[in-house]
């Protein structure tokens, strides 16, 4: 069937479309309704159903005669290690950490936090959550404590999992002294922590609530898996939004299920026993959704990848993976490319390396430049597609849906709807825009299977910032233009979320950091262009009247303190020490302004604002750095 009749079908027959695709998975009890839309702007799909997670990701596949097939290759540069692990034994390594989970005392329901480097037990901690019916919640190891703590007090967990130490490029980052300080902050001591400890920092001293993830195991019978609801949440991630408080997205069972079961058919054009590579992290949706659950439920080798695209050693990193493991499809953010680029712009390196395996290279997690799009092409020969979707989505909401039709390449735009997803562009009013014009890019509802229902324990919250712009939609954020041929393109955010390398921050987190120094009056925090990492942070604050201070001195600090509250992620660009900040009359930073200054781009000076000379002040400070 082609793209049109497929995408219309969806749209027109979602009941029927849906249950169709969830006949491809197990479920131990059939679902009562596809679509539950009795709560309508809350809407459930295949209420009433049972399955389980795992139980679709691992036993399915044993069962079906992959258990000797690869599920899992971890492959990491940093550490020098490689191990594969077939589909039985990591069933059997996740069935016997799940009993662990049990022997702590977590059942179906309770929350775990998984902080952890890129290494197997991570995958594993995740799955045996799944397996007995726990919420996992992962947080990002680039995270400052502050970050972990929000998200342990937010969550409520009944159990944290970590390591010794993560592994950056030639770097051993501690986790521990991350990991206490997060707790004590959280006021949350007494967790109980199962630790991975790794050869590169062995554990000689932990606290007397931990327990060594060795010792968690030893002597602990496999479990099997529990039927949950399919409407039961799989796992919270928290993701940033407008204010410095993360919003804890809930993923519901059943629908992830199906719809990243028919993603990798439909999008990603992969088979079962491909292999199928994102190198991305697992504390991301990306990693979440395209390393984790998505391969492994469609019975893929799945790949791990504790390495960065350059430096590691080099900018053959990628290459070296895919010859050896004779990947199909790769999945990363166009940064990498970028950073790849920069290192080897002739692309030198990849005339040593039979890449033929290669068919496809998706690229998402922020806007792709034609320039890098362009590049990618020439050096692969393989069609490159950028895709645009978002941690609440789960699943990619535009593509070029490789697995249904290969349609044109419109450099720069993310191509097309994906089944399932109505998207429209609404001006302020909320009145749909010709085709062609910019606007709000917005989803009508209901959303499609996978989508987040609700935010961890915050319904109101989830209301506020995502259905209530303009009812009968979902807000994406995004702000963007549909061109005449259907295409979507995406231009820019239309809150303060900012995308660094692919990670997405709030600069509201930021400027809560700054502000936090006793010298600080008031802050900005924008994101402006970068060449490498497509955006970073940049600040500008204004000095307590009086405060003398050593200029140097105050932004090296002021620095640390991002580090340390946001994480190494969110380090600035620059601090700009300015004597005011452009505001409108009614008090709002003009911080879009702001932005288009930084970029060296057009701007009218907005009607509203209070001083317009403060515009020449920030374009001054601007131009003297
Ligand atoms: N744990 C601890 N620290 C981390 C971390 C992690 N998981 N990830 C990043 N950091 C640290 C880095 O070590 C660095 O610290 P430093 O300032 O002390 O050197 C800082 O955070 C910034 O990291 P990053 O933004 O990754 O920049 P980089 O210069 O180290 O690397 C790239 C640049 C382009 C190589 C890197 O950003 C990259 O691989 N990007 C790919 C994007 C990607 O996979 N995104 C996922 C979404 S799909
Ligand atoms: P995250 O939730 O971290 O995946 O970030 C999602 C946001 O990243 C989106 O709302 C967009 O702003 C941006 N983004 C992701 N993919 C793309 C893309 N292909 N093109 C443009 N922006 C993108």
């Known amino acids: 069937m082609d793209y049109k009749t497929l995408y219309r079908n969806s749209l027109d027959n979602p009941e029927e479309f849906w249950a169709d695709c969830a006949s491809d998975l197990v479920w131990t009890k059939p679902w009562d309704k596809v679509l539950d839309d009795s709560d309508v702007p809350f809407y459930e799909w295949f209420s009433g159903g049972e399955l389980n997670t795992c139980y679709n990701a691992l036993d399915r596949h044993c069962e079906g005669g992959r258990a000797g097939q690869a599920a899992l ?5 940093v550490t020098g290690h490689s191990r594969n692990y077939s589909y039985a034994e990591l069933r059997d390594e996740v069935a016997v950490f799940a009993g662990a989970l049990r022997k702590y005392g977590v059942e179906k329901g309770d929350r775990v936090i998984v902080y952890m480097p890129m290494i197997p037990e991570a995958v594993i901690a995740m799955l045996a959550c799944s397996r007995i019916g726990a919420i996992h919640s992962v947080v990002f190891g680039g995270f400052a404590a502050k970050e972990l703590a929000t998200r342990v007090t937010d969550a409520g967990p009944k159990l944290v999992i970590s390591a010794s130490c993560g592994i950056e490029g030639k770097k051993v980052i501690p986790y521990l002294p991350l990991l206490d300080q997060a707790l004590r902050l959280a006021d949350a001591e007494d967790l109980t922590r199962i630790l991975v400890s790794r050869p590169q920092l062995p554990i000689e001293e932990m606290h007397s609530s931990a327990v060594l993830w060795d010792e968690a195991v030893a002597g602990v019978e496999a479990v099997d898996c529990v039927p949950v609801e399919a409407t039961d949440p799989l796992y919270i991630l928290y993701t940033s939004g407008t204010t410095g408080e993360p919003k804890g997205v809930v993923r519901p069972s059943g629908g992830h299920a199906v719809a990243l079961n028919w993603s990798m058919k439909h999008i990603y054009n992969v ?5 199928y590579w994102a190198a991305s992290d697992i504390g ?7 390393i984790v659950y998505a391969p492994l439920l469609h019975g893929c080798t799945t790949i ?6 350059v430096g590691t050693p080099d900018a053959s990193a990628f290459w070296r993976v895919i010859e050896k493991h004779k990947v199909k499809c790769l999945f990363t953010a166009p940064t990498a490319f970028r950073a790849i680029r920069r290192e080897d712009p002739q692309g030198d390196f990849l005339k040593n390396h039979d890449i033929s395996s290669l068919q496809t290279l998706f690229l998402a997690g922020e806007r792709c430049d034609p320039d890098t799009l362009h590049w990618a092409e020439d050096q692969l020969g393989v069609p490159v597609v950028d895709h645009w979707w978002q941690t609440e989505s789960g699943w990619p ?8 039709e290969q349609m044109e390449v419109k450099a720069g735009s993310p191509t097309v709807a994906v089944p399932g997803y109505d998207i429209r562009v609404l001006d302020d009013e909320g009145r749909e825009v010709p085709n062609g014009e910019s606007g709000n890019i917005m989803v009508k509802l209901p959303l499609p299977p996978g989508n987040l229902p609700t935010l961890w324990g915050n319904r109101q919250r989830f209301y506020d910032a995502y259905l209530s712009r303009f009812e009968g939609y979902y807000l994406t954020g995004d702000a963007g233009v549909v061109d005449e041929q259907g295409y979507l393109w995406v231009m820019s955010r239309i809150d303060d979320v900012i995308n660094v390398a692919g990670h997405r921050l709030s600069t509201g987190a930021l400027e809560e950091a700054l502000i936090t120094n006793y010298n600080v009056a008031e802050c900005a925090v924008i994101g402006v262009e970068d060449k490498l990492k497509g955006e970073m942070p940049l600040g500008f604050v204004v000095l307590n009247s009086g405060t003398a ?4 001195e105050l932004k090296q600090t002021l620095m640390q303190t991002v ?8 380090t600035p660009r620059d601090i700009h020490i300015v004597t005011r900040l452009p505001k409108t009359r009614s008090g709002k930073i003009l911080r879009g302004t702001m932005q288009k200054i930084a970029d060296g781009k057009p701007f009218k000076v907005p009607a509203t604002i209070e001083d317009p000379e403060v515009l020449n ?4 400070t601007l131009e003297w750095d």
């Open 397 to 404: 909401m535009a593509a070029n849906p490789m697995g249904i």
């Open 304 to 309: 791990l990848y504790e390495g960065k695209p």
């Open 563 to 570: 580090r340390s509250q946001v994480g190494p992620i969110a």
């Open 73 to 77: 290759i971890y492959e990491s540069p």
């Open 271 to 275: 088979q079962p026993g491909d292999v």
């Open 284 to 290: 991301w949706v990306v990693g979440h959704s395209y």
């Open 617 to 620: 002040e920030i374009a001054e």
């Open 549 to 552: 201070v050593d200029e140097a």
